[in-house]
């Protein structure tokens, strides 16, 4: 925290912001391109990850033979699928001209959003046939579509639509392992046929080389003992995530201290910054049965405690809305539901996903 010293005019505004702007420009000093570590950035190299050679296979014989090989490629937060995706389909763009477009579903949940989001007509006037049939004609040519979080999608119409009509290759991402096993559209599968990809979670090694790359661009100093320090850290304890490893990086960064308190620090602040950014973005509604599960790990027992509750955003909650809100969350990733049979009858129990499930406490304490 930075305080005003005796030498700084705290009654003029100009005077003030320029010497907070002086003494802030100090204390990062370390930073040598802040924007290498935004979760949307991306990097000049990427780690080449043994899966891509499929990936890459099977886009190569996409521009090759003309046959589109549709992929799914299936992974957990901070895995690295969307970035991978997407440095691929910018190197076929500048190597083959093949364009690409990229549509985030948990945004455009359906078919109609999805095609007016590849052809940029979103206004009124523009009725969905007349959408769908721009999007035939942009993807009348060979050209690549990835459907980030496709777990996501309400109808099944731009799938079976994309396949049977254009000659588009379909990119799916995805941490569902089991989103296609339950697609219950026999015709989208006989269309899709998919090469199943799945990334497994870095490993140790893979962390410190993107680490490393990331300390290259974005840093003017940094320790490596410390990087192996922080992989390890993020591996054991969360997850392998990428995402909360690049902003601990950015944290380590901003101080340039590398010792292993600050390490561990770091890493406990970018988590909550990281997994926090998912829980702002949840529902009180939605919030509040994530800590009723958090409580109870049988659903059974978490909807009874729900439809107990005097809270006004719970009283009255139907049973399938419980369970609709339960599947939102097991489609963000904060939980996943397992069958478990107790005795002759069974039920479905929550695995909570978070590190620390102390964040959605503090994140209702805010709110509630």
Request: some cysteine.
């Amino acid at each position: 925290m930075c305080i005003a010293d005796d030498t700084m005019d705290t009654k003029n505004p100009k005077s003030f912001m320029a010497a907070k702007l002086t003494a802030r420009a100090a204390e990062t000093s370390n930073m040598k391109n802040a924007q290498v570590f935004n979760i949307g950035y991306t990097p000049n190299e990427i780690l080449i990850r043994t899966e891509l050679e499929r990936v890459t296979d099977d886009l190569a014989d996409y521009v090759n033979l003309g046959l589109p090989r549709h992929i799914i490629i299936y992974g957990s937060k901070g895995s690295g699928k969307t970035l991978s995706a997407l440095i691929m389909a910018k190197a076929l763009r500048d190597t083959k001209a093949v364009p690409y477009f990229y549509i985030n579903v948990r945004e455009n949940p359906t078919s109609t959003k999805i095609y007016r989001n590849i052809t940029r007509l979103f206004g009124k006037g523009h009725e969905v046939e007349e959408v769908r049939s721009k999007c035939d004609s942009l993807l009348s040519g060979k050209s690549l579509v990835i459907l980030d979080e496709i777990d996501f999608l309400q109808d099944y119409d731009v799938l079976y639509h994309i396949t049977r009509h254009t000659k588009a290759n379909l990119i799916l991402l995805t941490q569902k392992v089991y989103w296609y096993k339950n697609l219950n559209d026999e015709s989208v599968k006989s269309s899709l046929q998919p090469d199943h990809i799945v990334f497994h979670e870095y490993s140790t090694e893979e962390i410190r080389e993107i680490l490393k790359m990331r300390a290259k661009e974005g840093l003017n100093e940094f320790d490596k003992e410390s990087l192996g320090l922080l992989s390890a850290l993020l591996v054991r304890d969360y997850r392998s995530d990428a995402r909360i490893g690049i902003k601990a990086l950015e944290i380590l960064g901003r101080s340039n201290k590398w010792d292993e308190d600050s390490v561990t620090t770091a890493l406990k602040q970018a988590y909550i910054e990281v997994e926090g950014e998912t829980l702002k973005n949840l529902g009180d509604r939605d919030l509040l049965i994530l800590a009723a599960l958090i409580k109870n790990q049988d659903t059974n027992k978490a909807y009874s405690e729900v439809s107990a509750s005097n809270h006004l955003l719970l009283r009255g909650v139907s049973k399938s809305t419980f369970f609709q809100s339960v599947n939102y969350l097991q489609n963000l990733g904060l939980v996943t539901l397992i069958k478990k049979k107790i005795g002759r009858y069974y039920t479905m129990e929550s695995q909570i996903l978070l590190s620390d499930e102390s964040i959605v406490s503090g994140e209702l304490r805010k709110r509630l």
